[in-house]
């Protein structure tokens, strides 16, 4: 089964919880903080990989999460980190967020964007000690892994694409020229979805795409409609193959005309894609049919049957990929740099004041917020990170409620009577 596009859920591990442990030792009152930090989530990445064929493990499965990392614990043992999860991808995969942005195009092999970073591990106290303050008894939590909707797009990495009207020999033509094997029958859409097969020519090697049959009014949904002509938008090259025989109605010229104006209409640039043009079933048409055919000059004639201007053909098909190839040599995949989803958001809610983004849950993120020590540590961290200002920027009035994730406080700004939160 092809798959070409597929959606999919890709959450990163959560990051372990730091711990809060005390060396206790013989007449001495008070512990050493050696609580260990958690170890960080694993992220999701995506691997370009040219050995995977289409997207179906992923229509299959389209929920991805990385292993969490492990909790921290006392002596100063910190937890392991969990490990990224790979999802290898066939190469040409268009990568795309929910709003439709482009990610990545994930062309090179190996080629890595990271998709959903796992959650940071929380610190344990012994990473809270200062000279002020020698024996915290608090640790963070480990922070969720970050839960992304993704969009997966494959478009076939071809040389050339073989384009035609269904029933043309596309089929016949790539089973002749390589070892693709697919299904050929006297019946149109006998291929439904596109298939690769590799041509060696002399020292030329050369992926040719066999593309489902074409037909007047694809742009509107006829026939299989033009969807699978995006696996056409990057092969360096196009066939159009043209069918003389009995089984079109539209006889070669007219087969020409249509096939260009559906190329067009899907992808404007089509239209400038070094295009070789072939009358197949040649060994159908005597001297008489040849002569009568309203081609364009330089228009192969080609038997898959007999094998006759086979050479001639593929001679010309890799001339205009190498030339291609010559111009554009590596054809470069890119991912975009995403920075850290940190954009911090005050609004209204129910009568409090709700604070979203990462910033924010971090500053919360203690294990322990009703230990004194721990109350005074996040007053500083919420001033220190701006998200006082923030409020107040918003109108929020000493007294008022905040949320923050799952905690819920009473604004207390530092200058309203020079206290920190009760
Ligand atoms: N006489 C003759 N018949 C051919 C030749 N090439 C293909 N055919 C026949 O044409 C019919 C269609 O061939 P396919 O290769 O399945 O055509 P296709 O273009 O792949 O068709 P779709 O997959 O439906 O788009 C089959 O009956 C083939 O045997 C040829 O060179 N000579
Ligand atoms: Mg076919």
Known sequence: MFVDTVKIRAIGGNGGAGVSSFLRRKGLPKGKPNGGSGGRGGDVVLVSDPDVP????????????????????GDLRHGRAGEDLELPVPSGTVV????????????????????????????????????????????????????????????????????????????????????????????????????????????????VADIPGLIEGAAEGKGLGHEFLRHTERARALVILLDPSVLQTDDPARQLEVLTRELEAHDPALAA??????????????????????????????????GEGLDDLLYDVAARVDEIARQAPEREGFTL????????????DSGAWVVEGITAIRAVNLSDLTDPDAANFVAERLERSGIVSALVAAGAEPGDDVRIGSIVFTFDPPDSDGERYA
């Open 273 to 306: 894609r070094p295009t070789v043009v072939a009358v197949s079933k040649a060994e159908l048409l005597d001297e008489a049919d040849r002569a009568e055919l309203d081609v364009p000059e330089g228009t192969h004639l080609i038997s898959a049957l007999t």
């Open 54 to 73: 289409t997207l179906l493990r992923y229509e299959r499965h389209p929920i991805w999460k990385a292993p969490s990392g492990t909790h921290g614990e």
């Open 96 to 207: 795309r967020d929910v709003d439709g942005v482009v990610l990545a195009d994930l062309v090179e092999p190996d080629q890595r964007l990271v998709v959903a970073r796992g959650g940071k591990g929380g610190r344990g106290n012994a990473s809270f000690v200062t000279p002020e303050r020698r024996a915290p008894t608090f640790a963070e939590q480990g922070e969720y892994g970050e839960e992304v909707d993704l969009a997966l797009e494959l478009r076939l990495m071809a040389d050339a694409a073989l384009i035609g009207y269904p029933n043309a020999g596309k089929s016949t033509l790539i089973s002749r020229i390589s070892a693709a094997t697919p299904k050929i029958a006297d019946y149109p859409f006998t291929t439904l979805t596109p298939h690769l097969g590799v041509v060696t020519f002399g020292e030329h090697e050369m992926v």
């Open 337 to 348: 740099h995403r920075p850290l989803r940190d954009e911090m958001t005050v609004r209204r």
